[in-house]
């Protein structure tokens, strides 16, 4: 099974399409929120993130996770390779840890100003569905990429590990993106867990004091564990207003003035 999963590194990003694709299925027909912004310009933007993404990713980090945590193994390098832990337990803490990698540098992009000024265009989006989980500067995706590499050949994950993490952290990064809700008695279980599309929008509010809560992305455990846990938004999830309060227009979040916006000053914004 491992070696079929190895041979088909591609699969993480197959799952989070069919994810993804569902999940935009299911806002589509049953919205918690109407849009109020123009769907189509969103979307494009979004989109063109997700492109530039990608394309500076293989330009400037051609090595991928797995090839990395194959690298490891084989070389014998990183803390898990040098124990004498059994292989499922090996697995277990790599996916865990990766978690907890994961959590912590997204609580450091929001509070470095460096790394903030690139990680608000991701909360700049006046709207919250499933599109906004690829709306990340291409900054702030070098900067994740190049760290989740030197921690999983730190841990000395286990491909197999790193497999179901990356598959794990792009279905849920869809799914609790989603315009959705669950049905309460559902959403109360999961939420012990994983985090759900209304635990993550939250995190999205327009209020500071809700925005830097509930960062985790798979495990909730992590903001109970660390107090930045908010069960419910102030205003509710209907009324709740999402995005950044400097950043309020359809003008303000174009594709071109948000890829600027980490090399303008604070200033230049707000007056912008």
Same mark, same amino acid.
């Given at each position: ?105 997204? $609580?450091?992009?929001?509070? %470095?100003? @460096?790394?903030?000024?690139? =990680?608000? +265009? !991701? &909360? *700049?989006? #006046? ?60 959403? $109360?279980?999961?939420?012990? %867990?994983? @985090?759900?599309?209304?635990? =993550?929008? +939250? !995190? &999205? *509010?327009? #209020? ?65």
């Amino acid at each position: 099974m491992t070696g079929w999963l190895l041979q088909h590194p591609s699969l993480p990003f197959y799952i989070w399409l069919a994810a993804f694709g569902l999940v935009a299925v299911w806002e589509s027909f049953a919205p918690l929120r109407g849009l109020e912004s123009g769907t189509a310009l969103r979307w494009g933007t979004n989109l063109g993130f997700a492109g530039l993404d990608m394309l500076i990713g293989r330009i400037c980090v051609p090595v991928t996770s797995i090839a990395t945590a194959l690298w490891a193994e084989q070389s014998g390098f990183g803390l898990l390779n040098q124990l004498p832990v059994p292989f499922w337990l090996a697995c277990v803490a790599s996916l865990v840890a990766l978690d907890l990698g994961n959590y912590a540098g997204h $609580r450091l992009f929001h509070a %470095v100003p @460096v790394l903030w000024r690139c =990680h608000k +265009i !991701h &909360h *700049s989006d #006046l709207e919250v569905d499933c599109s906004t989980a690829l709306r990340h500067h291409p900054l702030e995706y070098l900067v994740v990429v190049s760290i989740t590499l030197a921690l999983i050949a730190m841990l000395g994950a286990p491909p197999l590990a790193v497999i179901a993490w990356a598959t794990l952290d792009l279905v849920l990064a869809a799914f609790n993106h989603g315009n959705v809700a669950l049905p309460q008695p559902l959403e $109360r279980t999961l939420r012990r %867990v994983l @985090v759900t599309p209304d635990m =993550h929008r +939250i !995190h &999205h *509010s327009a #209020l500071a004091t809700e925005s830097n809560r509930n960062f985790a992305n798979i495990f909730s455990w992590w903001d109970r564990i660390f107090a930045s846990y908010q069960p419910e938004p102030e205003l509710g999830h209907k009324r709740m207003e999402l995005g950044l309060g400097e950043l309020r227009t359809a003008d303000d979040v174009t594709f071109l003035r948000l890829l600027a916006l980490p090399f303008r000053s604070a200033r230049a914004v707000v007056s912008a």
